[in-house]
């Protein structure tokens, strides 16, 4: 049973540009969440899909927007990059009730 | 919405020695409540978790117990050794059950 895929593993984007970040949850899984993991912060909740509806969201700053597909993989944009957002970017897929809940490896955006 | 504290942010033991980390976390309607470890450049991987009709749950070397009152709960590793170092996260539901709201992580450092 294949994992949680996010592509891509790294990235490098410049002050002022925008990024898109990809999740393919596990098969089965309908239910997608996104996290910004930095040093001392721990894994902070950006939002939440499901049936390519936003239910749940995060404190963050508009900038950060998402979506979900008919097919359960999720996008997460950000725009207006600021050097802050330099981070590893985690996707999770659950099934109903949050069981199976896992991580995929996420994407490391560095914004120079 | 809920709020996950999560104390300490670093241990250190030495190996055989017991660790315990212990959340408290904000929103009583809270029903669910993993334990994920974190090993240096890898995801976040689930351990052990606890949903509320139960008080504690152990799995071999590892313990979990819940006081819904007092609303914390505390990850126990006994016999510890030098591969259980990582970083440990606890998290409990949001209110609408749908994701997870993550403590700040405890690095644990087992030392031979």
């Known amino acids: 049973k294949a994992g949680v895929t996010q592509t891509p593993r790294y990235l490098i984007k410049t002050r002022g540009q925008q990024v898109t970040l990809s999740c393919s949850p596990i098969s089965g899984h309908r239910s997608v969440s996104w996290y910004q993991q930095t040093p001392g912060q721990g894994l902070q909740f950006l939002f939440e899909?499901?049936?390519?509806?936003?239910?749940n969201k995060g404190n963050f700053p508009g900038r950060f927007s998402g979506r979900q597909f008919s097919n359960s993989r999720s996008e997460m944009n950000v725009s207006t990059l600021e050097l802050g957002d330099s981070a590893l970017y985690l996707c999770?897929?659950?099934?109903?009730?949050?069981?199976?809940?896992?991580f995929g490896s996420g994407t490391r955006l560095t914004v120079v | 919405g809920e709020n996950v504290e999560q104390h300490p942010s670093t241990l250190s033991v030495q190996e055989g020695d017991s660790a315990v980390i212990k959340c408290t976390y904000s929103?009583?309607?809270?029903?669910?409540f993993p334990w994920y470890k974190q090993e240096l450049g890898k995801r976040p991987q689930l351990i052990i978790d606890i949903r509320s009709n139960v008080g504690e749950k152990k799995d071999q070397r590892i313990a979990v117990t819940l006081n819904k009152t007092a609303k914390h709960f505390s990850l126990h590793i006994t016999e510890t050794q030098p591969e259980d170092s990582a970083v440990y996260f606890c998290?409990?539901?949001?209110?609408?059950?749908?994701?997870?709201?993550f403590g700040k992580g405890t690095t644990l450092s087992v030392s031979s």
């Open positions: 998290a409990a539901a949001n209110q609408a059950g749908t994701a997870l709201i």
């Open positions: 929103d009583s309607a809270s029903n669910y």
């Open positions: 999770a897929s659950s099934g109903t009730g949050l069981r199976g809940y896992t």
């Open positions: 899909y499901f049936s390519e509806t936003q239910r």
